[in-house]
């Protein structure tokens, strides 16, 4: 069993967390709100540190999931940073979904201080991190991820490496990229058939089982049609991804016509006060 550190509690950090505690592992965390690491102490016993610093001191593995791309960096470097507490040797795994530069940029922070770094971004939702089945995606050196891919199995269906360092991020830009264009079809096939006169879940029932099969259509199509857009990820956070997505095709010559269509019709769903609603709410703007 290995020390480690856990830094970072929200809908997905906090069940993840839980389940290296509960495979053995010595685990001590730290989230920004003092009070959502006493409560994680309470359910999973380990122990609660006051800064990320003091959360990584010790620790064989510090693995994160935050909010962006700043935030990462105030949890990372500094006096008070995890870096600063981390032993040569140790291995930082960064579950954020952020970009490939700041991934690049800190890497090479990292490996200057004897650090390892891995970029695991995650995908699977809340329901994913609770149930443990995420799908991660990787990127680093070889020998880090193979010392971390045993740690990260607490919490995967499927782990694999990409590449390089970035690799793991630019795959959960194709993740997003994937995703959008989805939820926006569902979207409108959805509304489309409640405008026809058709029964949406009798229809589902059916298409499902063909080419047009998904598990957007799986688990959000009788959300949908019930107007209930509390069941996953935020509009605010997937706009968040839609950006780097968008600015990291700016870069490399991409084009993502879709994406930044959806990306605006996710801009609607804010104005329209949706910015907590999962991304289902798509429809929201048909109907």
Known sequence: MAKLAFLGLG???FPMAGHLAA???EVVVYNRSAAKAELWVQKHGGAAAATPR???MGADVVLACVGNDDDLRAICLGADGAFAGMAKGAIFVDHTTVSATVTRELEAIAVQAGLGFVDAPVSGGQAGAENG???IMCGGALA??????PIMAAYAR???RLGDSGAGQLAKMMNQICIAGLVQGLAEAMAFGQK????GEAVVEVISQGAAGSWQMANRHKTMLADQFDFGFAVDWMRKDLKICL???DVIGAQLPVTALVDQFYKDVQLMGGNRNDTSSLIRRLK
């Not at 880090?144 to 891919?149: F, I, K, P, R, T």
């Not at 026809?196 to 029964?199: I, R």
């Open 11 to 13: 809908v997905m950090g």
């Open 23 to 25: 495979k053995g592992h």
């Open 247 to 249: 600015e990291t095709a």
């Open 196 to 199: 026809a006169g058709l029964d």
């Open 144 to 149: 880090s991820y193979a010392a971390v891919e």
């Open 133 to 135: 089945v995420l799908s």
């Open 54 to 56: 003091e959360a990584a």
């Open 158 to 160: 499927i782990c694999r």
